[in-house]
């Protein structure tokens, strides 16, 4: 069975940093496609940042520059660290995983986590 477990989110100010982790069992880890997707209260959620297989990186332009994912295959963990917070980056992020190539589309991944808040105060 495919688990896929967040941690990492908490509360900061603006300007500060976080390390989202996500741990993965009971997955082909190094292959596919891993995401973090986020979605704040009353709103759709919404791509984050993408890595496939060949460490190929794809981001929200509204987090370009900022976040960067990254994924560690011996550890089967997948890593947003996330710099230059901003009040409007405050959303519950998800972890997602899918089989062959990275999609924008979230309905197109078959494992998520739980999410973990990120709260950025002004």
């Known amino acids: 069975q495919v688990q896929l477990v967040e941690s990492g989110g908490g509360s900061v100010q603006s300007g500060g940093s976080l390390r989202l982790s996500c741990a993965a069992s009971g997955y082909t880890y190094s292959s596919g496609c891993m995401a973090w997707f986020r979605q704040a209260p009353g709103k759709e959620r919404e791509r984050v940042a993408t890595?496939?297989?060949?460490?190929?990186?794809s981001y929200a332009n509204s987090v370009k520059g900022r976040f960067t994912i990254s994924r560690d295959n011996a550890k089967n963990t997948l890593y947003l660290q996330m710099n230059s917070l901003k009040p409007e980056d405050t959303a519950m992020y998800y972890c997602a995983a899918r089989g062959g190539i990275c999609y924008y589309n979230e309905y197109l991944y078959n494992y998520w986590g739980q999410g973990t808040q990120v709260t950025v105060s002004s």
């Open positions: 890595i496939d297989s060949d460490d190929f990186t």
